[in-house]
């Protein structure tokens, strides 16, 4: 039988939930914020249902009920992005003091409830005055994002010591230079253009670290939060598992969806040679000190996952795409209910790159809404976070050193090119009336918080 001990997660885990800002905090255009991609994305009607962030949940004006809110689950931290054009509307010179002066409520308001702040720069809301100007094509782009880290990192680093880079530049990379269609800015350039972007975004993602690590006022953790891109085998078989690791290392021709080609400059200063191979003359030409200026050291590395694709071994050994059966489990956004993703991708992670691993997102779209009793009883979303925070817990047991977990999302939000089709939250949100509901998932982990995992069982 096991012990209350063998139960939990090691001391000192962070139990936290994540948001980002433009998919929460609306007053799209109030008080001297600029555009960004994703206002001028959603108001060209290129949104689902043409949905737009204007509003979103309001949390410009009603953070004080949502920290309340987090309070009420017991969040021992909440990781929130920083919104690029609120603070500087340009992107470059000018700096809109009412932007700083909402960051610097929240921050305090998270403070004085006794939640750590876990600030993000970049989930994805680009100064449209820097998409004019080429965006992340532009080879001015990491100079532009290092002297906004400057300015965040001026204001906010006496109270702000665990910091976040990029967000997921698979994504706002790959969906919105190369594929287009699903994100802002809606570009579809060729496979050389895209890299080069993605070479930018690195370079900025490392002078942003030198940043931080010469300018905070405190001692900080750096981190970054790329798509875990992960794999799960098909089988308990020791042939299957070894192709389900080599698949997370494998860098594929047309495609950005991969860990190895972004990760490993970050974390080992090198492209991997894998991908220099899939990707041949389209990589872009780099400098020795382009390589040293990505690769800055790191205090963690965190990671966004939620499904794995599945693998087996061939007659080689290579990894290949196994079928999933008929009627497999899936979410409402049609991703694969896989648990075990949460066990191989920190564990390859880990064995990779040897950093401490963060779950700095992992959640579901459920399709939630409000029942006659005033209650949300989305106990789908319970069931798949019990099974997925177990694999969390082996993977720990295994070895991986896992120091957090960050739930997606605190609340229901604009879903980027979905709109508000998908429900993520712990607190469900009325578009229409922006009435916040505590969902069962949220009174839930406030349960497995104060247990410290124990209560999955």
Request: glycine content about 10%; proline content about 6%; overall charge negative.
């Amino acid at each position: 039988m096991k012990t209350l001990s063998s139960l939990q997660f090691p001391a000192g885990f962070t139990w936290g939930a994540a948001t980002a800002s433009y998919q929460i905090e609306g007053a799209w255009d109030a008080d001297g914020k600029g555009p960004s991609i994703w206002d001028l994305f959603s108001h060209d009607g290129k949104v689902w249902e043409g949905h737009t962030g204007d509003v979103a949940c309001d949390h410009y004006h009603r953070y004080p009920e949502d920290v309340a809110l987090m309070r009420q689950i017991g969040l021992q931290a909440y990781r929130f992005s920083f919104s690029w054009p609120r603070i500087i509307p340009d992107g470059t010179g000018a700096i809109n003091a009412k932007g700083l002066d909402f960051y610097d409520r929240l921050v305090d308001a998270l403070l004085e409830t006794g939640i750590t702040p876990w600030a993000t720069l970049y989930h994805w809301d680009l100064p449209y005055q820097l998409f004019l100007r080429g965006g992340w094509l532009n080879p001015d782009a990491p100079k532009w994002f290092a002297d906004y880290a400057s300015v965040v990192v001026s204001r906010f680093s006496d109270r702000i010591r665990h910091w976040i880079t990029l967000n997921e530049p698979q994504c706002f990379i790959g969906l919105g230079y190369f594929t287009g269609a699903q994100h802002a800015p809606g570009l579809q350039v060729g496979l050389r253009e895209t890299l080069l972007a993605a070479h930018h975004c690195l370079i900025a993602h490392g002078l942003a670290a030198q940043v931080i690590r010469a300018e905070s006022k405190v001692p900080a953790r750096i981190g970054w939060a790329p798509v875990g891109a992960g794999y799960s085998p098909a089988t308990d078989s020791p042939e299957d598992q070894a192709a389900a690791m080599a698949a997370m290392a494998e860098v594929h021709p047309n495609s950005v969806w991969n860990a190895t080609w972004w990760a490993d400059p970050v974390v080992l200063g090198q492209y991997p040679e894998a991908g220099l191979e899939a990707y041949g003359e389209a990589v872009p030409k780099f400098t020795d000190q382009e390589m040293k200026t990505i690769c800055q050291p790191l205090d963690f590395y965190g990671c966004n996952v939620y499904s794995n694709g599945i693998v087996k071994a061939d007659s080689d050994g290579k990894p290949i795409a196994a079928k999933l059966p008929a009627g497999y489990p899936h979410t409402h956004f049609m991703w694969a209910v896989t648990p075990d993703a949460l066990f191989w991708t920190p564990k390859f992670l880990h064995d990779r790159y040897k950093l401490p691993i963060i779950i700095t997102e992992n959640g579901l779209s459920h399709a939630d809404w409000v029942a006659d009793d005033g209650m949300v009883h989305d106990a789908g979303r319970i069931d798949f976070l019990a099974k997925y925070l177990r694999q969390l817990r082996r993977a720990i047991a295994d070895g991986v050193r896992v120091e957090g977990y960050f739930h997606w999302s605190l609340m229901d939000n604009f879903e980027w090119g979905e709109g508000y089709k998908h429900r993520f939250g712990l607190i469900h949100i009325d578009y229409q009336t922006l009435k916040r509901t505590l969902k069962d998932s949220g009174s839930w982990y406030a349960g497995i918080i104060r247990s410290n995992g124990a209560a999955l069982g």
